[in-house]
């Protein structure tokens, strides 16, 4: 079975989505494993308590997703995709290319570094959202939305997502309704799941 993730910037809707995703297909009578990256083990955990506590240096923050990213193929995703689940990620290798890359490292050196070891999917679903659409949705769920640095480098990262050009990528319009979305989305992955 598939290995599907979502990607897109901040505010593009990738949790909903996730969510959606996994409830229609364990309808459809699919197996179903779902999961996100920062993960809640303890390099995720320390990930996620830095967005609070203070950021780390660049190179420790692309140290912990390494570590946390490994940990994650070996207990959870390997062994999922080996059961015949399908698996949908909420971020994955492509969201350390994109924000560790603003960070000032080379987003295709951090490709090469992950799929050593990380398997590949066969459908990256990039949702799409214009950066000032993103910045509206991001400061009504956390009141921070309008600081230059994070539209640089929303826009630095957007640019990072849409150079990567395989065919398992496919452009989703996250500008639509919740509902829309999710239909665009769910066309998709029945197609390359059937």
Do not use: W
Request: proline share 5%.
């Amino acid at each position: 079975m598939p290995l599907l993730v979502l990607e897109g910037i901040d505010g593009t809707g990738k949790s909903t989505q996730s969510k959606l995703l996994a409830a229609a297909l364990r309808e459809r009578g699919m197996r179903v494993t779902s999961s996100r990256e920062p993960t809640d083990g303890p390099y995720g955990t320390r990930l996620r308590n830095s967005a609070t506590t203070g950021r780390l240096s660049p190179e420790e923050e692309l140290q912990l997703f390494l570590q946390d990213r490994c940990e994650h193929v070996e207990n959870l995703i390997n062994p999922a995709l080996e059961a015949g689940e399908v698996i949908i990620l909420d971020r994955y290798y492509f969201s350390s290319m994109a924000y560790q890359g603003v960070r000032g490292f080379d987003p295709a050196e951090i490709r090469r570094a992950n799929e050593e070891f990380a398997p590949q999917p066969d459908l990256l679903l990039l949702l799409d959202l214009p950066v000032d659409t993103a910045l509206e949705r991001i400061g009504i769920r956390d009141g921070e939305a309008n600081k230059f640095e994070q539209r640089a480098s929303l826009e630095t990262c957007s640019e990072v997502f849409h150079s990567i050009k395989d065919d398992f990528v496919r452009v989703i319009d996250a500008s639509q309704s919740i509902e829309d979305i999710h239909r665009d989305i769910l066309s998709v992955v029945l197609e390359v799941i059937n």
